[in-house]
């Protein structure tokens, strides 16, 4: 039996990815931004539109320093549907998340929800484009400029989609993209922040070197968050691909489908007027009331056929045991009751419509409850 994993990543030809590292032998110049990183950095700073970008050793270093950059103090509005990276990289600034709850459609932050939640504490909002659904970026750049509070968009999932026609790098004070191997884009493991503040970019700067403003002081509490150059010029290769690999997972996408749309109890993936998406998820939510099979029932089946989907995002984070029952799950009930029925299916660029077929066999032949398929 053919086993089918829920992410594929893409790889550049071998030939291409040698060629590009192969002058590393002669600068031996490894990391500590060299040249590849600083090349990556200049296209990846076009690509996703925005003003300035810097990169880093991964998406969730990327949130963690650009929220420590942007010097916050207090509460921040954020999303508990999301990856542990997000809720993590805020408490482990010493910063309050007060959890606000997503639109049932888009599932990023409700725009009309988060107002009642700021207090004289509250110093930024969190959102996440979650599965590459752009958040309401003006509702929430207009609630923060009345209010003045910073905006920072988790963007880890939004490489390479696009809302009126610009990248996520253009939207907010910062917006952090994750380059993890499993990503539309990826350079093995890699993140980078785009952000609009030449004086930020100066503290992420400090802060992923260790926090040294020259090679003898050290000015703030920094970390060790460089991209070398062998993940840099994986990224150069990657970059060259990305929109084939977007293209052939759309084909997957419009493949699903054509099996899963209008079939009672399932929600697809939201279609967003004015975004070009990147299909870097397909996250189905299962209705068991309607469709008759529960989100883990349907989960079982398909690992029963060798195929691996993914219950992403469960349990909110929220509910993390490290946080010790300090937050309220039932305040944030969209959230909660799709983190119950969600399910991400399958989707890589090499995946075939046979195979999309075949998971859709699985999915839509799965035993009711009462017996009847
Ligand atoms: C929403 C979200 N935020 C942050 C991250 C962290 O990115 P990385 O794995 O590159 O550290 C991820 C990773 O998948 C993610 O899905």
Sequence with gaps: METINVTRSSMPPFEEYCEEIKELWDSRWLTNVGAKHRQLQEK???????????????????????????????????????????TQAIVRNGLTPVFCDVDPITLTLDPAKIEPLITERTCAIVPVHVYGNFCDVEAIGEIARKHSLKVLYDAAHAFGARYRDRGAGAYGDVSCFSFHATKVFHTLEGGGSCFQDGAFGKR???????GLNDPETATAWGGNAKLDEFRAAMGLCNLRHVEEEIEKRGRAEARYREHLEGVPGLRLKAVQPEVQPNHIYFPVLFDEEVFGVSRDRVRDALGEQGISARK??????????????????????????????????????????????????VILNCPKRGGAP
């Design 204 to 210: 992420l700067a400090r802060l992923k070197n260790f």
């Design 44 to 86: 990846l700073t076009e690509y996703l539109d925005a003003p300035h970008m810097d990169i880093l050793t991964n998406g969730h270093l990327s949130l963690e320093l650009s929220l420590q950059a942007l010097e916050l103090e207090g509460e921040v509005i954020t999303t508990p549907f999301t990856f542990a990276s997000t």
């Design 312 to 361: 992403y995002f469960y349990p909110l984070t929220s509910t993390f045991p490290c946080y010790q029952g300090r937050f309220d799950p039932g305040i944030t009930p969209i959230a909660l009751e799709a983190s119950r029925q969600v399910l991400c299916l399958p989707m890589y660029g090499e995946l075939s419509g046979e195979t999309v077929d075949r998971i859709c066999d």
